[in-house]
């Protein structure tokens, strides 16, 4: 799995760029605000975060020069419904500062704005992202922050839903991950 891509910008346009590294030419695809980030001219180096997708046809880099940025694409594409060509139209229209705070309005009128995006799908995406606007506004710095990341990442892959996961994290007291999700699965017996 590729994770990031180091090397020489051989072309650059607003919504992809190609880098030669070891003599192989990538496309990489980027989101506007990855785009305005982005400094280096042609044939000077560039480092980018990768998220690669592996289709049946076709092998598509999306790269990024923030990882928060990438985070919350790969948070985007688990979404049903949500693919690819729709995050990267979400993180061309709002930061993921500006996207946590219309997760923490549930504006769907903001989310409407997104090109690609009707009433259904925001609000889909508002409900499956519930109570993740608070990672997404203050990153991922803080130990306590990265835990609870951790745990609700637990929770989801045992099958809980965003709405619930929210309602068992929160006021969660911060410790060892292993301890907070067993707190967390205490709750979830309460509801």
Known sequence: MIIA??????????TRVAIKCAGVVYEILI?????HQIKVK????????????IRED???????????????FERLIKISGVGPKVAMAILSTYSPQAFAQIIESNDIKSMQRVPGIGQKSAGRILVELSGWSLELAHGQSRVEDSHLHQVI???????????????????????????????????????
């Open 5 to 14: 891509i180091e090397g020489e910008v051989f072309f650059k346009e607003p």
């Open 153 to 191: 990442l637990a929770l989801e892959s045992l099958g809980y839903k965003n709405d619930v996961i929210t309602r068992v994290t929160k006021g969660l007291e911060h410790g060892e991950v292993g301890e907070m999700v067993k707190a967390a699965l205490k709750k979830l017996q309460t509801l």
């Open 42 to 53: 042609v044939g000077e180096n560039l480092m980018l975060h990768i998220t690669q997708i």
């Open 58 to 72: 076709a092998h598509l880099l999306f790269g990024f020069m923030d990882l928060l940025e990438k985070s919350l």
């Open 31 to 35: 989101s506007l605000q990855t785009s």
